[in-house]
């Protein structure tokens, strides 16, 4: 059946890469490598980003990074921290001082206590910074870590920056929310998510810029 038809590569996918233990990686490799006796002329390509940690044999020909390019470690079972490639950054719009104990967005989910300073920051769930991030997510603001104040909104989050010196933020500057002090793997964690998911909901609002030599 297969005599007119010229094979170049036979692929298959890890179900479980992110979790090195998992018995099922063994047992997807040894069926894989069945099937690739009976193709033999063929080049074989198994591993995706946790592949490649696994062992040499599970790379073969050709191993497809995806997560893994972005710096992703955690959902690629990586044994250390890899360096992520991605930033991002959400200007503040506008800072209040609240005088009184006062809810902070939607279904007044989130307390503050009076003179508490809030920034308001032009990102939101419409843009990919999700909605389970609402009391749970953080930014950094000059360096300090700020958390979200109530839930995220549609093109709109709040962050407490009460402990931020009041002479080192002002509208117009940028919240982390992103960075080397909050990967993409805290932000997931915090989401109650993985960071695949982070990474391709970020939407197209955001102005991008490139940077390194070849750019």
Request: with cysteine.
């Given at each position: 059946?297969?005599?007119?038809?010229?094979?170049?590569?036979?692929?298959?996918?890890?179900?479980?890469?992110?979790?090195?233990?998992?018995?099922?990686?063994?047992?997807?490799?040894?069926?894989?490598?069945?099937?690739?006796?009976?193709?033999?002329?063929?080049?074989?390509?198994?591993?995706?980003?946790?592949?490649?940690?696994?062992?040499?044999?599970?790379?073969?020909?050709?191993?497809?990074?995806?997560?893994a390019?972005?710096?992703?470690?955690?959902?690629?079972?990586?044994?250390?921290?890899?360096?992520?490639?991605?930033?991002?950054?959400?200007?503040?719009?506008?800072?209040?001082?609240?005088?009184?104990?006062?809810?902070?967005?939607?279904?007044?989910?989130?307390?503050?206590?009076?003179?508490?300073?809030?920034?308001?920051?032009?990102?939101?769930?419409?843009?990919?910074y999700?909605?389970?991030?609402?009391?749970n997510g953080?930014?950094?603001?000059?360096?300090?870590?700020?958390?979200?104040?109530?839930?995220?909104s549609?093109?709109?989050?709040?962050?407490?920056?009460?402990?931020?010196?009041?002479?080192?933020?002002?509208?117009?500057?940028?919240?982390?929310?992103?960075?080397?002090?909050?990967?993409?793997?805290?932000?997931?964690?915090?989401?109650?998510?993985?960071?695949?998911?982070i990474?391709?909901s970020?939407?197209?609002?955001?102005?991008?810029?490139?940077?390194?030599?070849?750019?």
């Amino acid at each position: 059946m297969l005599d007119g038809i010229e094979l170049d590569y036979v692929m298959s996918h890890l179900a479980c890469a992110d979790q090195p233990d998992h018995p099922k990686n063994e047992e997807q490799r040894k069926l894989f490598e069945e099937l690739r006796a009976k193709l033999p002329a063929a080049k074989a390509s198994f591993a995706n980003s946790g592949g490649i940690f696994l062992r040499p044999d599970y790379h073969y020909d050709l191993a497809r990074p995806g997560a893994a390019l972005y710096g992703i470690s955690r959902g690629c079972g990586a044994p250390e921290r890899m360096r992520q490639v991605i930033g991002l950054k959400a200007k503040i719009l506008q800072i209040r001082v609240v005088d009184t104990e006062s809810t902070v967005g939607y279904g007044a989910t989130g307390t503050v206590p009076a003179n508490t300073r809030l920034a308001t920051v032009a990102a939101g769930y419409a843009d990919g910074y999700l909605r389970s991030l609402g009391n749970n997510g953080h930014g950094y603001a000059a360096g300090v870590k700020v958390p979200v104040a109530g839930r995220v909104s549609m093109d709109l989050t709040v962050f407490n920056v009460s402990d931020v010196p009041p002479h080192a933020i002002r509208p117009g500057d940028d919240i982390d929310l992103i960075c080397d002090d909050q990967t993409v793997d805290d932000v997931a964690d915090a989401a109650g998510t993985i960071g695949y998911e982070i990474l391709t909901s970020l939407g197209a609002r955001y102005a991008k810029h490139y940077t390194g030599a070849n750019v």
